[in-house]
């Protein structure tokens, strides 16, 4: 939240950050929307929390990580985040999220993995709407905003910003490797090779560690590196050479093919209509 439309100190983010959690569990309504803002380079400690939470990033870039990998939020796009989930969140340039936060028997069938979506003109109405309106407030109005809203977050494309980790301690160490310092010509044999490893064995023993390919996660983390610089305002260029690609069509096409939009036009927000 803000006062007086500046940001808080980090010291009053982290009690406001507690004093959420609080009324969270406290809440008895199924949905609980809040709003909050947090400045670049903020990082919210381990936590979880008895409900789902489905986060909107209206403004800026979340990462949000646990043991099971790490997921990346950029704006227009949301992130669910099953009851009970360890989970730490950095904000990567001053971020701006709205989070609604499902009771467990809210849901019939709720999702029990994170999932990174992108939101629907629907969607993104309704969680503004949701979050604009007074906690416990009850009205005929009210109670179909939160019910339509937990009906169209059901109904959600996935994107591809999710990087899972392999619990094997070696592989760990070369997905992390990576991350730090990725390219496009990461070649299996080679890791297949410092793991002792047949191409074959190896390919078997990396899906079976993380669930996709290794050239699968190698475009994902590509893209989970590449987001943070494009939305600072990085030009395309730069970064798809840092990335190791040939020529700026070669990582565009890799990015299209991910997020289903060029990098230029990614980040392009649809017109304020709420």
């Given at each position: 939240?803000?006062?007086?439309?500046?940001?808080?100190?980090?010291?009053?983010?982290?009690?406001?950050?507690?004093?959420?959690?609080?009324?969270?569990?406290?809440?008895?309504?199924?949905?609980?929307?809040?709003?909050?803002?947090?400045?670049?380079?903020?990082?919210?400690?381990?936590?979880?929390?008895?409900?789902?939470?489905?986060?909107?990033?209206?403004?800026?870039?979340?990462?949000?990580?646990?043991?099971?990998?790490?997921?990346?939020?950029?704006?227009?796009?949301?992130l669910w985040i099953p009851a009970g989930l360890v989970h730490m969140v950095d904000m990567l340039g001053d971020v701006t999220?709205?989070?609604?936060?499902?009771?467990?028997?809210?849901?019939?069938?709720?999702?029990?993995?994170?999932?990174?979506?992108?939101?629907?003109?629907?969607?993104?109405?309704?969680?503004?709407?949701?979050?604009?309106?007074?906690?416990?407030?009850?009205?005929?109005?009210?109670?179909?905003?939160?019910?339509?809203?937990?009906?169209?977050?059901?109904?959600?494309?996935?994107?591809?910003?999710?990087?899972?980790?392999?619990?094997?301690?070696?592989?760990?160490?070369?997905?992390?490797?990576?991350?730090?310092?990725?390219?496009?010509r990461l070649v299996i044999d080679d890791w297949a090779e410092r793991l002792a490893m047949s191409r074959r064995a190896f390919?078997?023993?990396?899906?079976?560690?993380?669930?996709?390919?290794?050239?699968?996660?190698?475009?994902?983390?590509?893209?989970?590196?590449?987001?943070?610089?494009?939305?600072?305002?990085?030009?395309?260029?730069?970064?798809?050479?840092?990335?190791?690609?040939?020529?700026?069509?070669?990582?565009?096409?890799?990015?299209?093919?991910?997020?289903?939009?060029?990098?230029?036009?990614?980040?392009?927000?649809?017109?304020?209509?709420?």
């Amino acid at each position: 939240m803000t006062k007086s439309g500046q940001r808080l100190a980090v010291s009053e983010l982290a009690k406001l950050h507690v004093e959420r959690l609080a009324a969270i569990e406290a809440a008895s309504e199924p949905v609980y929307a809040i709003p909050s803002e947090y400045p670049a380079g903020y990082h919210v400690k381990p936590h979880s929390h008895s409900r789902a939470q489905f986060v909107y990033a209206r403004a800026g870039v979340v990462m949000v990580s646990s043991v099971q990998g790490r997921w990346m939020v950029p704006p227009q796009h949301a992130l669910w985040i099953p009851a009970g989930l360890v989970h730490m969140v950095d904000m990567l340039g001053d971020v701006t999220m709205l989070s609604a936060y499902v009771a467990p028997n809210a849901l019939a069938d709720p999702p029990t993995a994170i999932r990174v979506v992108a939101l629907t003109d629907l969607a993104r109405a309704l969680i503004i709407e949701a979050v604009a309106s007074p906690s416990g407030a009850t009205s005929g109005r009210h109670d179909l905003v939160m019910a339509l809203l937990l009906e169209e977050v059901l109904r959600l494309p996935d994107r591809p910003l999710g990087l899972p980790f392999p619990s094997d301690v070696r592989l760990a160490a070369l997905c992390r490797g990576f991350i730090e310092n990725p390219s496009a010509r990461l070649v299996i044999d080679d890791w297949a090779e410092r793991l002792a490893m047949s191409r074959r064995a190896f390919t078997r023993f990396f899906r079976k560690e993380t669930g996709i390919s290794l050239s699968t996660w190698r475009q994902q983390a590509a893209v989970f590196t590449a987001l943070p610089r494009l939305a600072a305002g990085e030009a395309v260029t730069a970064v798809a050479i840092d990335l190791g690609y040939d020529s700026v069509a070669a990582f565009t096409t890799m990015f299209r093919r991910m997020l289903g939009a060029a990098p230029r036009a990614y980040f392009k927000a649809p017109p304020e209509q709420y």
